[in-house]
């Protein structure tokens, strides 16, 4: 008899196990405070405190931080949660039990990528209303190129966090994640690269922190596509997810 026999389709195993990835980020309270309680004080602080100063391109504050926000808290959930989490379960033997039940790696690995992405929705939603009720007007016709730099760089940051998960002892990676996160923040996320010395500017552009500022900047703010942006966030995509897939240790 299949060790598989009696167990629930794929789906519903693949949901139920994003259900609990969910839940683990929600009861967390430094990942709440991460993902979403600190993007929203980022938000309210930049769009309202007048002693922080930049260069808004003609454009009103809460337009040019709100996409900038987003983009750091989509950062936030796809990078420095996961790998927090994924890392502490490699090193307790969590990850190779649950690779060898129904749920396979593949499953396991889908069930994350769902339980991120629900985290992200839910980040989208508190994040963007506060942007609207402080007056952020996002261009209607940024819908799609915003979803394109949201789909590339959760992947790109998604497959970071496995890799620094599979590869990085637990206790570094909560040190690594959080730096990662702190000071890339202000590198071209939450504001323009251009608000840099013009020499580092050029740099963070090129990095999936700065191209995703970037992009959905240009989608939210003017609602058109940023090519470059977009192609270095897909190389990021494609590079580290290659990375993960080959360097990844289940235990």
Request: aromatic share 6%.
């Amino acid at each position: 008899m299949s060790g598989s026999a009696g167990a629930a389709p794929a789906h519903r195993r693949v949901a139920a196990q994003g259900r609990f990835e969910t839940r683990a980020v929600l009861r967390n309270g430094e990942q709440v405070m991460v993902t979403v309680l600190l993007p929203l004080i980022l938000l309210v602080g930049l769009a309202r405190a007048t002693v922080v100063t930049f260069d808004t391109g003609g454009a009103s504050r809460i337009d040019v931080v709100t996409p900038g926000v987003l983009a750091f808290a989509l950062m936030s959930s796809a990078f420095t949660s996961p790998a927090i989490a994924t890392a502490f379960d490699r090193r307790y033997g969590v990850l190779r039990l649950l690779a060898t039940t129904p749920l396979g790696p593949g499953g396991l690995l889908a069930g994350k990528l769902v339980g991120v992405l629900t985290v992200q929705v839910a980040q989208v939603v508190v994040l963007g209303g506060a942007g609207l009720a402080l007056g952020w007007r996002p261009h209607a016709a940024g819908l799609l190129p915003a979803l394109v730099a949201w789909a590339l760089g959760t992947t790109a940051w998604g497959a970071a966090a496995l890799l620094a998960a599979g590869r990085v002892r637990a206790e570094a990676v909560i040190a690594l994640a959080n730096l990662v996160l702190v000071v890339l923040a202000f590198g071209g996320v939450v504001l323009p690269a251009r608000v840099l010395p013009s020499g580092l500017a050029h740099v963070v552009a090129w990095l999936p922190s700065g191209a995703l500022g970037e992009a959905l900047r240009g989608a939210l703010l003017h609602g058109s596509w940023a090519p470059a942006a977009l192609a270095a966030l897909a190389v990021w995509a494609a590079a580290l997810a290659a990375a993960a897939a080959r360097w990844f240790r289940w235990s």
